[in-house]
């Protein structure tokens, strides 16, 4: 999440859940300005989500581009992208 303070309430909701046998981390990283290349390798996730701030997603075409190049890049073969998007038509 690119907000620290969003970082830090899902650090707090996460730490509920340290009876369970997940490994949780949590990073604050801006993904549509960012290049994941330079912290993570090629193909860590099964998934990968996006459920808040998809219209910051869709600012621009080249915005939308960086996003989608990390989302690639962090993808398993096979992995999934699961997001909520707006309606195209009133963003751009």
Known sequence: DPSAEAV???KAAAGKLQKSQLVIEF???DACK??????LPPSTFDCVGCFH???LIMESPAVAQKFFDNVSYLLKPNGF???V???GGHIW
Do not use: P
Request: cysteine-free; proline content about 0%; glycine content about 0%.
């Open 8 to 10: 830090k309430q899902a």
């Open 27 to 29: 990073e604050q990283f």
């Open 34 to 39: 960012q290049s994941v290349r330079e912290v």
């Open 53 to 55: 701030d998809t219209h």
């Open 81 to 83: 992208f699961i997001a």
């Open 85 to 87: 998007i707006l309606d």
